[in-house]
């Protein structure tokens, strides 16, 4: 059963920037695609972004040029740079690894944007 742990949410203002992090605990192969899930209150949890082990990347629209994905094969790690954050990316962060049509998940880790 493998692991996930998310790690650098927090309260940051518009426009400002975050980046998290999600640390698995055991290897990470090659067909494993990583990537970050969000779901905000009374909302369902919807895609932020993917990547696979070849680098290819996928965004929703609401995020495209302002957020980052990026992965760490050496460390079994997936990153998610967030620049020029609004308030509507306030949402609690999910990591997630899918292997064999078999998802895993991290805690969670929240993301507030306000002023």
């Known amino acids: 059963q493998v692991q996930l742990v998310e790690s650098g949410g927090g309260l940051v203002q518009p426009g400002g920037s975050l980046r998290l992090s999600c640390a698995a605990s055991e290897r990470v192969f090659s067909i494993d695609t990583m990537g970050w899930y969000r779901q905000a209150p009374g909302k369902q949890r919807e895609l932020v972004a993917t990547?696979?082990?070849?680098?290819?990347?996928n965004y929703a629209d609401s995020v495209k040029g302002r957020f980052t994905i990026s992965r760490d094969h050496a460390k079994n790690m997936v990153n998610l740079q967030m620049d020029n954050l609004k308030p509507e990316d306030t949402a609690v962060y999910y990591c997630?690894?899918?292997?064999?049509?078999?998802?895993?998940w991290g805690q969670g880790t929240q993301v507030t944007v306000s002023s």
């Open positions: 997630n690894l899918k292997r064999r049509r078999v998802d895993y």
């Open positions: 990547v696979t082990s070849g680098g290819t990347t």
